[in-house]
């Protein structure tokens, strides 16, 4: 052996103290390849403050000398009486037991001064897959499902844990997207967790092995490589958790195409903060265009808006909004191509000082979103160019560059030179083509009825010039796409908005909506159209070019007005004394004569371009809801009076009018007991029994308060009652609307005067059992009631484990015995014994108890008196509390011994295999014994070679005729092995017991250590030998057995002989009883 020396200086014996040496015991599994680290620590040495010197014993010292010196393999101190011994990359070689050691530097010996480990190296058969493309490509908001396959052959029990990564350009570390640790908890990586709680992104485990991680919409950020990495985990004997493994699966590259909007769409983005106490703090949250700030909204909410937007602003087309604690939101409407870009959200918080001031901190942004837009097909192309700096005149010219050829140049658009004169490109001449220069610092580029061709780059050439010279030249460019359509749009310089007043009213107001229409010069027909909620679409009125109207829905409560203006015109809606009738989502829509045909708006995505929907809500005459108040339970006495009340509290208008309903909470459902509808109109329910009826009353007073009476209560009465309130208001003139439903449960609770009702379990609040036992559950009760005419009725009830509460068996008051039918309950039913050995306690036996009886038992007694006509009536129930019972079977205790054993034999020669069980579970378990055998070099690769079942039943899966079967005691089994390979052999015993309720099952599994045979020579060998002498022993062994039974045989021979001779010697009268009286007796004549 071998061993890893750690130098120290000697130490002085200075003391008494019981030295104790640990390291774990094992057995460790670690995969080859992989890094074994194995911690000694030692304690009660008199010097607890130097370094103890320490010895790591291995085997084979050949094996570990090179991988010493390359250190790969170490010995270190990590305190003075702690070591640390590393194996960096484990080989198969290295499996086997490992012994710490330490020196004892002190004069007598006390204690344990080593401690051994015990190490099984195993092969890595983690897989981790990927399928799929390995390059992928989405438009930004589209959803993305990606798949990873995972799983393990190790025999011993594991467990994978699996993240998902995402690897960014320029980078060094990955991000973790989506974790599922060995347990199955799901955890969202840094950045994801808001995404994840919103339900953007999912990680599922579908099957044994597969893992789909699911974005429901893609981000500019989500682009780079993303993979997966599964670990493999281990428990060891201290019940730690060690990595044994881990792999990554292919990568794969996504790529994100930014989000495409048309020109006319609206732009939306959101911002979110996300930080702790976020409600005490203040921010500063601005919205910028690559490096150029659009808009923010101060710590006090004052918003600022740049000069480039506040004609944008005004008009309403940019509206910036904090909307709740932490969201901020940034609408453009509609959108051209000059808000193309890359938007940034950033945030600065804000300390606020003692003058009231505030400081700013350092800032954070979000992630960019690249905006993309792109003009329809047929609409109008307008870019800006805006210059700083320039000093002398200046030039523009507008340039393109086709998406297809990839090659192609750039070529002139449209030129404006210094002195204001303007020439078209050779391929624009005969195209609605415009250059402008509106403002000294701002060049236009407007191209009409855009096509698919003129799709690629713009760029815009500004030159700047002194003396009819040029001194300076810059250009600038944007990329350009064109929506193809199928069908002409309307041209765009249409624009429509829908502008409403007042649009959220109050039933009986009236209500504005506007349609502008801006710069129209060509005839048109306008359409307002209302969408209610589940209804088909509902055209109102229909304006045409020549002034006249058509009205196809109800006109009395709608008017027009038309007002024209320079550059538009309005289109007003008005809505008198609006109603429910009314309430939806408005459109106005518009059709154009172009080209000698009317063009009508597309009905789908186009819609959102050209045409504007405005939400009409009705809101309540108030904002406050309907509230109820009302006692929780209600006590009472039978033959007594009850009342039950539930009042309003919180009213939404004095005008407010109120339906109620009382209900009683049955098995079956609620049942309805009366009803008053907002005209006071009373009914009562249709399952009501009429001597129930009789008894029940209605009344509403002041507040208002509603009112329940029962008069001359019974014990049935019992139970939940619930008041539902029903709040109407007004809607118009004869029109009442329901507005909101609010309800209140009030328990009522009936007991016999005087009586008092007290049921208790004992101290039985659980039971364990073990299976076949016999059981007894006991409930005693305790009741103020006493003379002849009162009688309990008992009833046992069982839950079991994933099942309702059902009655077991019942005694009722007459003394009536029954079982309640049924079918999953008659096996445990035939095996109960319900006594009663005294009037208030009850008994309930469960014979030969099964596991499938663990569940919650509970008494219930029912009070019961003769009335004067001679009627049982039930006077008070209550129930005790649950019973636990836990029926289990027998424990697990098997054991056999584990001994690992090398045999070295010869290829003729025999040898045993022994399986030894020194504990069982019980002493009706019986057992299976399969014997094994494997490789030495694939530990995982077991091959079953003989069995013999539980059964006596024998089979052997190689050669019979090699194989020997022996069991001489209950718990001793052996197989013999002739003309044996090579390899590790081991034997796996089941342990099988009989269950009441299962039948015969398996409860334990245990396998013996390993024989490990090595194959020696045939010729002069130790093992030839003694093969020998084994064949000569069993020989001469034959032939005394032989001798013996011989001898024996001969033995009965003669002494069978011997008693025939005795026997004919005998003379033969004397078996004649009259010949030897004659022969004695004297004759009479004598």
């Known amino acids: 052996s071998y061993c890893l020396i750690y130098p120290t200086s000697v130490l002085l014996h200075s003391g008494e103290a019981r030295v104790n040496t640990e390291a774990p015991a094992g057995p460790l599994y670690r995969v080859v390849g992989s890094l074994l680290s194995i911690t000694c620590n030692t304690s009660g040495f008199s010097n607890n403050h130097t370094n103890k010197e320490f010895e790591f014993r291995i085997k084979i010292y050949a094996m570990y000398s090179q991988r010493v010196r390359n250190q790969e393999v170490s010995l270190t101190h990590v305190t003075p009486n702690s070591v640390v011994f590393e194996i960096q990359s484990l080989q198969k070689s290295d499996e086997g037991e490992f012994e710490c050691y330490v020196k004892n530097p002190e004069k007598g010996y006390d204690g344990t001064y080593n401690a051994k480990t015990t190490v099984r190296v195993i092969d890595d058969s983690l897989t981790v897959s990927s399928p799929g493309p390995t390059s992928l490509s989405y438009d930004e908001g589209g959803a993305l499902t990606l798949t990873c396959r995972a799983s393990s052959n190790t025999v011993q029990h594991t467990h994978l844990s699996l993240t998902w990564y ?32 919103d339900g953007l992104i999912r ?41 044994i493994t881990q792999k990554e699966a292919e990568k794969l590259t996504l790529s994100v195409r930014p989000k495409v909007l048309q020109q006319g769409q609206d732009l939306s983005l959101s ?103 792109s003009a329809p097909e047929g609409d109008r192309l307008s870019l800006t160019c805006r210059v700083n700096g320039g000093q002398g005149q200046l030039s523009v010219t507008w340039q393109h560059k086709a998406t297809s050829p990839p090659a192609a140049a750039f070529t002139n658009v449209i030129s404006l030179n210094q002195d204001g004169v303007v020439e078209k490109g050779p391929a624009f001449a005969g195209r609605h083509v415009r250059a402008a220069r509106p403002a000294t610092d701002t060049f236009t580029l407007e191209l009409d009825r855009v096509a698919p061709a003129d799709a690629g780059v713009y760029q815009c050439v500004v030159s700047e010039w002194k003396s009819s010279s040029k001194t300076n030249s810059q250009f600038i460019s944007s990329n350009v796409t064109v929506a193809p359509t199928g069908e002409r749009r309307l041209p765009s310089f249409l624009k429509l908005r829908l502008i409403g007043r007042n649009h959220k009213v109050t039933v009986g107001e009236d209500a504005t909506l506007i349609c502008q229409v801006k710069e129209m010069n060509v005839p048109m027909v306008l359409t307002w159209t209302l969408q209610r909620v589940d209804f088909p679409l509902d055209t109102i009125v229909t304006v045409y070019a020549d002034g006249s109207i058509s009205w196809s829905g109800v006109q009395r409560r709608y008017q027009l007005k038309v007002e024209s203006k320079r550059n538009e015109v309005l289109h007003y809606l008005l809505i008198n004394g609006a109603s429910h009738a009314e309430a939806g989502s408005y459109r106005c829509s518009v059709s154009v004569f172009q080209d000698g045909v009317y063009r009508r708006l597309l009905q789908s995505n186009q819609l959102a371009i050209n045409t504007v929907s405005h939400e009409l809500s009705l ?101 939940s009652y619930t008041c539902k309130v029903v709040e109407w208001f007004q809607a118009s003139q004869n029109v009442w609307d329901p507005l909101t439903i609010a309800s209140r449960t009030i328990l009522l609770t009936l007991t016999e005067p005087g009586i008092f009702n007290s049921i208790s379990a004992d101290t039985q609040q659980s039971l364990a059992a073990k299976e076949g036992e016999d059981v007894a559950l006991r409930c005693g009760f305790r009741s103020g009631a006493s003379g002849l005419s009162y009688f309990y009725k008992v009833s046992w009830l069982y839950t079991g484990n994933l099942s309702s509460t059902k009655t077991l068996v019942q005694l009722d008051h007459t003394g009536l015995l029954s079982y309640p039918e049924d079918p999953g309950l008659r096996g445990l039913q035939r095996r109960l014994h319900l006594s009663r050995p005294e009037q208030k306690s009850s008994h309930l036996g469960i014979q030969t108890a099964q596991e499938g009886d663990s569940g919650t038992y509970k008494c219930q007694i029912e009070l019961f008196q003769l009335d004067h006509k001679g009627q049982w009536q039930q006077k008070a129930s209550q129930s005790s509390s649950p019973i636990t019972l836990t029926v289990s079977g027998p424990g697990v205790n098997l054991t056999l011994v584990q001994e690992d ?31 094994f055998w494997q490789e030495k070099s694939a530990e995982n690769q077991r091959r079953p070679i003989f069995t013999a079942y539980r059964n006596s039943t024998l089979q052997a899966f190689e050669k019979s005729d090699q194989l020997r079967f022996s069991r001489p005691l209950h718990n001793n089994y052996s197989l013999t092995v002739s003309k044996a390979a090579p390899g590790m052999y081991f034997c796996e015993v089941e342990e099988w017991l009989p269950s009441l309720s299962h039948g015969w099952r ?62 004919g010697k005998k003379p033969e009268k004397d078996f004649w009883t009259e010949q030897v009286s004659l022969n004695t007796k004297p004759c009479m004549e004598d």
Request: hydrophobic content about 35%; aromatic content about 8%; overall charge negative.
């Open 901 to 931: 054993v090398e045999v070295n034999v010869s290829t003729s020669q025999d040898f045993t295999v022994l399986c030894h069980i020194t504990q069982q579970s019980s002493a009706d378990s019986e057992f299976q014994v399969t014997w």
């Open 166 to 197: 995402l690897q960014k350009s320029g980078e060094d570390n990955p991000r973790p997207i989506m974790s599922l640790d060995r347990d199955l908890t799901l955890i969202a990586g840094p950045g994801f967790e808001g995404r994840y709680q």
């Open 271 to 373: 911002c979110s903060l996300d930080t702790q106490n976020l409600e005490e703090k203040f921010f500063t949250v601005a919205w910028f265009r690559g490096s150029v700030e659009l808009a923010r909204i101060g710590p006090s909410g004052i918003l600022s808006v740049s000069a480039e937007l506040s004609a944008r602003a005004e008009r309403g087309e940019l509206q910036v909004a904090r909307r709740g604690v932490r969201d901020y939101s940034l609408v453009l409407q509609p959108v051209g191509t000059e808000d193309q870009g890359e938007y940034t959200c950033r945030a600065w918080p804000q300390l606020r000082g003692q003058d009231g001031g505030f400081e700013q901190e350092t800032p954070q942004d979000s992630d960019p979103e690249y905006i993309k837009i």
């Open 203 to 243: 990680l599922d485990k579908v099957g044994e092995g597969t893992y789909r991680l699911k974005f429901a919409k893609l981000k500019l950020s989500d682009q780079g490589e993303i993979y997966c990495r599964a670990q493999e985990w281990i428990q060891d004997p201290d019940r730690s958790w060690y990595s």
């Open 619 to 719: 809101s309540p005459p108030t904002v406050s809801s309907l509230e109820l108040t009302s006692a929780l339970s209600v006590p009472g006495s039978i033959n007594t009076d009850i009342a039950l009340k539930c009042s309003v509290l919180t009213k939404s208008s004095p005008s407010s009018r109120y339906a109620v309903t009382w209900q009683l909470q049955k098995e079956d459902g609620n049942t309805t007991i009366l009803s008053s509808d907002q005209n006071a109109l009373v009914m009562f329910g249709s399952q009501l029994e009429p001597s129930f009826r009789q008894r029940l009353g209605i009344m509403r007073s002041e507040g208002p308060t509603f009112w329940l009476f029962i008069r001359h209560a019974h014990i049935s009465d019992r139970g």
């Open 1002 to 1063: 398996k409860i334990a599994t245990q396998r013996s250590g390993h024989w490990t045979v090595d194959i020696g020579p045939t010729v002069d060998s130790p093992g030839k030998r003694i093969f020998e002498c084994s064949d000569v022993a069993d020989t001469l062994t034959w032939i005394i057995i032989t001798l013996v039974i011989f001898i024996c045989l001969l033995s009965v021979v003669y002494v069978l002989i011997l008693k025939m001779r005795r026997t």
